[in-house]
């Protein structure tokens, strides 16, 4: 009955966590959900007002099919100013959050059984989207010496005639690595030399911590433009999940060809959510510095209290809002343990706390833990969780 496109995608393997802990919640018992991929901050004030004067003012009509010229104008700005990058209005597009704009880029670029590199641990949309597109997701193992970063040699090794594409999520979801500037400048290097575009997720930008310094793909010189696909998004940087506003920055062809898919899609993104990204993006910024400000203090809480349970490790995160914890030694200590899934359920089972098994993301053996919760639900989540680990083992 169903197409074999569609049969061949699985639904998000957090289903079955998620769904417990609904159904715990439900039975009135208290479940911590670490399992969130969202900031748990409300939108900024500012922002919901520019919304509010957008419905008043009756700018609720279709929209351009990419984007309003004025969002667009301010995307363009912000990549000048902070990237020093020049893209013109025509090379952007803003779509329904930066899923579908990564979704649409690959439908653009991608035909069948073309190949796309996926570094592991990978965001769990990535493969999906591409066997949606025709193509082939090709994983590439990546090293923990390396924060799980991809390096040149990982991809080089990878790369053959039918390789099309490569997908760089800087900073990580599910490892929060972020690439210095020369390890990214090689690996783009790598793939620009084998004429593959880079899909560059950067949706984490605004979101790093201590003296780490975030390096776009866009400052490494416009030698490499023509082979890069930018996307980002309002929703992790000013807490607007909701509002379904992310875009790309990529050559006109490939601007026009999302344009088009878009157009016969979904149309342009919700006009009232553009005019609230517009203020986002040109409104008052101490709001991002604030909300990055919590969420180090939340993530400078958890690393100490993970760093005290023996049986846990980790690579230390420096950006997004997650840690990816090493369990295996626990799954070859434990009877009851054979894999991830099984971690995770053994957890919110008996420890209260939802979590994402790794092979969520394409790695057994971990999980991630997200860190976009209050002090109060982080403290009461890590006493939970050390004391349910100790009794596995
Ligand atoms: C790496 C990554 N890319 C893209 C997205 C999707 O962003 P949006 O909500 O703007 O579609 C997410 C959301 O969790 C993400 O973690």
Not at 317 to 335: E, M
Request: aromatic fraction near 8%.
């Amino acid at each position: 009955m169903l197409s074999p496109k569609i049969e061949n995608i699985s639904t998000s393997g957090t289903m079955e966590v998620a769904a417990k802990t609904i159904e715990m919640q439900s039975e009135g018992i208290d479940v911590l959900n670490l399992c969130v991929g969202e900031p748990d901050l409300p939108t900024p004030n500012h922002i919901k007002q520019a919304a509010v004067e957008a419905i008043y003012s009756d700018k609720t009509k279709y929209t351009l099919n990419t984007g309003i010229k004025e969002l667009r104008t301010a995307i363009s700005e912000k990549f000048s100013i902070e990237y020093g990058t020049r893209y013109s209005i025509e090379e952007i597009i803003v779509s329904n959050g930066a899923k579908q704009a990564i979704y649409n880029a690959l439908q653009t670029i991608v035909k069948d059984g073309d190949e796309v590199l996926i570094p592991l641990p990978y965001y769990v949309s990535y493969p999906h989207m591409v066997k949606l597109a025709g193509g082939i997701p090709i994983f590439v193992e990546t090293k923990r010496e390396n924060s799980y970063k991809l390096t040149s040699e990982e991809l080089s090794s990878n790369i053959n005639p039918h390789t099309k594409a490569v997908v760089i999520c800087n900073p990580s979801n599910p490892t929060g690595a972020v690439f210095t500037k020369n390890e990214l400048l090689s690996v783009i290097k790598t793939a620009v030399e084998n004429n593959l575009i880079i899909i560059c997720d950067e949706i984490y930008e605004k979101l790093i911590y201590d003296s780490t310094i975030f390096t776009s793909v866009a400052e490494l010189g416009e030698k490499f433009k023509n082979h890069l696909i930018i996307v980002n998004g309002v929703s992790k940087t000013y807490a607007m999940t909701g509002w379904r506003i992310g875009y790309a920055l990529a050559p006109k062809k490939i601007v026009t060809g999302m344009s088009k898919l878009q157009s016969h899609s979904t149309s342009g993104a919700c006009s009232i959510s553009q005019y609230a990204s517009l203020e986002a993006l040109t409104g008052p910024q101490e709001v991002v510095e604030k909300q990055r400000k919590i969420f180090e203090d939340r993530r400078n809480l958890v690393y100490k209290a993970l760093t005290e349970i023996d049986s846990l490790s980790f690579v230390e995160p420096h950006g997004a809002f997650y840690f990816f914890v090493n369990i295996k030694s626990i799954i070859k200590k434990s009877k009851l343990i054979n894999n991830s899934k099984e971690f995770c359920i053994k957890l919110l089972n008996e420890g209260h706390v939802a979590t994402v098994p790794g092979s969520v993301f394409g790695m057994e053996g971990y999980l991630r833990i997200s860190y976009a919760k209050s002090m109060e639900e982080l403290i009461e989540a890590m006493r939970r969780i050390k004391k349910a680990v100790d009794s596995f083992i």
